[in-house]
């Protein structure tokens, strides 16, 4: 609440010393032959003037309070964010299975993923998945649960899984985000393996990835040297079999280095969960709040009583009021 003329309230010590001097005033004396009329009369009109004064007091008042303006107000506040874009491009191949991370390469990568898009307000996220080839899920949004329900049903094998095509995958990505509009645009790419197929070398699709501003996060997941993976033989069955699974560190390296970004190598779940930190941290989004009041008029809550309060004085003034002869 404020006053936006406040200087009106220094009419109110002259409405007080008026007060005053009503209070203090003396009634004149006057003569009669007979003072049984005023024993039966002089409490009631000396009640009904002091009631009288009491309420053109209060119309003074509340007419000098309504005249300095009083002001209620409300505050409002604007949100401007400057989100990033961010395309997430995920390995779904066959090696994506192993269960070196418990209780697989995929889920793991699904639990994080869906972790990272969760803590990005005010960002737009989208979804690309290769194997053999590419494919993208879902485009740029802001609607976290549809792509969090599209990450969650992610499962290895969904793509022809015998390559890897990390170089479509990329282009993909990039070709899905190239147009935005966003200052900050970003792929995170997430593979376990080197690319042995496709039309698109990897190394071509960071430079046109670099070409678009567009910033791309590698991680490498999954153990050095060889992995026990379970596979299903038609003889015996399921049984474990040692595999060593081949991982081109060196050309994740390069793509982040030709696009602005950083590699990272997750040996294990703790390690993919840090390494998301990490780029949470260098990727912020930007907020401004600007917070701004806008003030309401309250005069009418104070004109309306006085007006009553004055037309109940002047009733009473013209009804009950007896002057003697």
């Known amino acids: ?27 004149s004396a006057v003569r009669f032959s007979d003072v049984s009329f005023l024993r039966t009369h002089r409490g009631a009109g000396r ?20 005249l300095a303006r009083p002001q209620r107000g409300r505050v409002y506040e604007e949100v401007e964010s400057r989100g990033v874009d961010i395309m997430l491009c995920m390995d779904v191949s066959e090696t994506m299975t192993f269960a070196d991370y418990q209780p697989s390469r995929i889920a793991v990568a699904r639990q994080r993923a869906l972790d990272f898009i969760a803590k990005r307000r005010g960002d737009r996220a989208g979804l690309v998945i290769f194997a053999n080839g590419a494919m993208a899920r879902c485009p ?11 990450i969650d049903r992610l499962e290895g094998g969904t793509l022809d899984p015998t390559r890897t095509a990390i ?24 593979t376990d393996g080197l690319n042995n197929t496709g039309e698109i070398d990897p190394l071509t699709a960071a430079e046109l990835a670099r070409s678009f501003g567009i910033k791309v996060y590698c991680i490498g997941i999954g153990s050095k040297g060889p992995v026990t ?40 779940n703790e390690a993919l969960k840090r390494i998301y930190d990490e780029i949470d941290r260098m990727e912020p989004t930007t907020f ?12 009418q809550v104070l004109l309306l009583p006085a007006a009553l309060l004055f037309l109940l004085g002047l009733v009473a003034a013209a009804l009950l009021m007896r002057r003697l002869p």
Do not use: C
């Not at 170089?167 to 997430?190: Q, T």
């Not at 401004?288 to 309250?298: D, W």
């Open 288 to 299: 401004k709040v600007a917070r701004h009041t806008v003030y309401a008029e309250q005069a």
């Open 140 to 150: 740029l949004t802001v609607d976290k649960a549809v792509l969090g329900s599209i």
């Open 47 to 66: 009640h009904l003037k002091s009631g009288l004064l009491a309420v053109n007091s209060v119309v003074l008042v509340l007419m000098v309070l309504a």
């Open 167 to 190: 170089g479509m995958g990329l282009a993909s990505a990039v070709g899905r985000i190239k147009d935005s509009r966003s200052r900050d645009k970003i792929v995170i790419l997430l």
């Open 229 to 268: 993976v379970m596979i299903n033989d038609p003889l015996w069955g399921p049984r474990p079999q040692t595999m060593q699974v081949d991982f081109d560190m060196k050309t994740l390296d390069e793509i982040s280095a030709i696009t602005g970004g950083k590699s990272f190598l997750a040996s294990d």
């Open 1 to 27: 609440m404020r006053f936006a003329s406040p200087w009106y309230l220094l009419l109110l010590a002259p409405v007080a010393a008026l007060i005053w001097l009503e209070l203090r005033k003396r009634t």
